[in-house]
């Protein structure tokens, strides 16, 4: 299994940016693709975007193409998501995943970190 710890949450007014960060280790990390996913109070965990392990094959949710941009680098294990022009509707807890292929469901994906807070204010 791989070990996720998320980084880079906090405050920020709308239309700023943060950069998160997700730190991963374990044996299965160089071949896993990687994704973002945020849960909002009283709402279900949505998929935000998900990378392959080489980095060639990238997507989305519609609700934030264009203003985030996920990114990996296996030598330094880490996946990052730049997030710019934040909406308070971006304000959720942020959580990086594994899995074996960049899909857009939270069951396709086995590790996941504990997440961290991104709150918009407007």
């Known amino acids: 299994q791989v070990q996720l710890v998320e980084s880079g949450g906090g405050l920020v007014q709308a239309g700023g940016s943060l950069r998160l960060s997700c730190a991963a280790s374990g044996r299965t990390f160089s071949r896993q693709a990687m994704g973002w996913f945020r849960q909002a109070p009283v709402k279900e965990r949505e998929f935000v975007a998900a990378?392959?392990?080489?980095?060639?094959?990238?997507f989305y949710a519609d609700s934030v193409k264009g203003r985030f941009t996920i990114s990996i680098d296996n030598a330094k294990n880490t996946v990052d998501l730049q997030m710019n022009s934040l909406k308070p509707e971006d304000t959720a807890v942020y959580y990086c995943?594994?899995?074996?292929?960049?899909?857009?469901?939270?069951?396709?994906?086995?590790?996941w970190g504990q997440g961290t807070q991104v709150t918009v204010s407007s």
């Open positions: 995943a594994a899995g074996r292929y960049p899909f857009r469901s939270t069951g396709d994906y086995s590790s």
């Open positions: 990378i392959s392990w080489s980095g060639a094959t990238m």
